[in-house]
């Protein structure tokens, strides 16, 4: 009968952090992740959530590469940015990595039809953690996208049935540049980013971006500057 304990008590699986724990699997540091649906339009009678931690809404095709040089292929992938994981599934198993094991992963975008890669911050020093999307590379400048969740607290007021009722989760990206040495957060700020940035003809820069309208806010502008700087 005590032995029969013993066993009951080690078959209960250790909970780690939120909702992963831990079990190998294909990759050498794989775990499980038992009945994980995040917590998308999650609600109960105690408290309502709103949005996802996750970078993509749904899971999508793609591939992992671990700093151990394992791969997966063709695989359902998605980002917890919040915690810093990548989930993928196989054999009708949701299973993780820690984002400090994962070199770098990939998601075929439905809607654009294009390999999106993510790749560690570890490769581009001056980031704590996480992932980035390159945007564009160049041999001066690197752009790219980071991501973070913002949480906003619930306002309800009961007494006063007044304010929004749940925690909204949402991902927000910002942009950064990696200048050779390390990397760098685009400010929204003209004034700040020119006298920043490592360029140096600062009034040939400020006068290309007051000419093209540059807004440091949009995307596809900043690309276009950092492809001319890099053309410089």
Do not use: C
Not at 16 to 33: H, I, L
Not at 115 to 127: A, H, L, Q, R, S
Not at 194 to 209: C, G, H
């Amino acid at each position: 009968m005590r032995h029969f304990i013993i066993f009951i008590l080690l078959s209960i699986p250790f909970q780690v952090f939120s909702q992963y724990s831990s079990e190998n699997k294909t990759f050498v540091v794989a775990n499980t992740t038992a009945g994980s649906q995040g917590i998308s339009t999650f609600n109960n009678t105690e408290r309502k959530v709103i949005g996802s931690q996750y970078l993509t809404a749904t899971w999508l095709i793609g591939g992992i590469e671990t700093y151990k040089k394992e791969e997966g292929v063709n695989i359902p992938i998605r980002y917890d940015v919040e915690n810093n994981v990548v989930e993928y599934q196989e054999n009708n198993q949701n299973l993780w990595l820690k984002g400090d094991q994962v070199k770098s992963f990939y998601i075929l975008n439905p809607s654009t039809g294009s390999k999106d890669v993510y790749t560690n911050v570890k490769e581009f020093p001056g980031i704590s953690q996480g992932f980035v999307k390159v945007l564009t590379q160049g041999e001066k400048y690197t752009l790219m996208e980071m991501y973070k969740v913002i949480k906003t607290e619930s306002t309800y007021v009961a007494a006063l049935d007044i304010g929004s009722p749940g925690e909204k989760y949402e991902v927000k990206e910002s942009f950064v540049y990696f200048d050779g040495l390390a990397a760098s957060l685009v400010t929204t700020s003209k004034k700040t980013f020119i006298q920043k940035v490592p360029f140096e003809d600062k009034e040939k820069l400020k006068t290309y971006m007051k000419k093209n309208k540059i807004s440091l806010r949009n995307k596809e502008e900043l690309v276009q500057l950092f492809q001319w700087m890099n053309q410089q």
